[in-house]
């Protein structure tokens, strides 16, 4: 019988324009799974260079990687400092 290998499939190697991020937050934040949204501006990140995010957020590039991994458990402000980093915002839709 063969054996089959697998890898673990990481977003943030596939994020590679703004309206495939867009889309991607976008269609998480509908999940509403805050768990899920987290990583998912972790994967962002990692996209767009983790170690330049957490400059811009003023704290390291560990402990970044640990809030917005899929165990992490961020402060809202940490989520909004990141977003903003990142170059987005929150904001309501009219639906």
Excluded: H
Aim: charged letters at 20%.
């Amino acid at each position: 019988m063969k054996s089959v290998k697998t890898t673990i499939w990481d977003p943030s190697e596939y994020l590679q324009s703004e309206e495939e991020i867009i889309a991607y937050l976008n269609d998480v934040f509908l999940t509403n799974d805050t768990q899920l949204i987290i990583t998912a501006i972790g994967d962002v990140a990692r996209a767009k260079g983790m170690t330049k995010i957490a400059e811009k957020v003023e704290c390291s590039r560990e402990s970044l990687y640990k809030s917005l991994s899929q165990t992490g458990n961020p402060s809202f402000n940490t989520i909004i400092n990141v977003m903003s980093a990142l170059g987005y915002q929150l904001k309501p839709s009219l639906a």
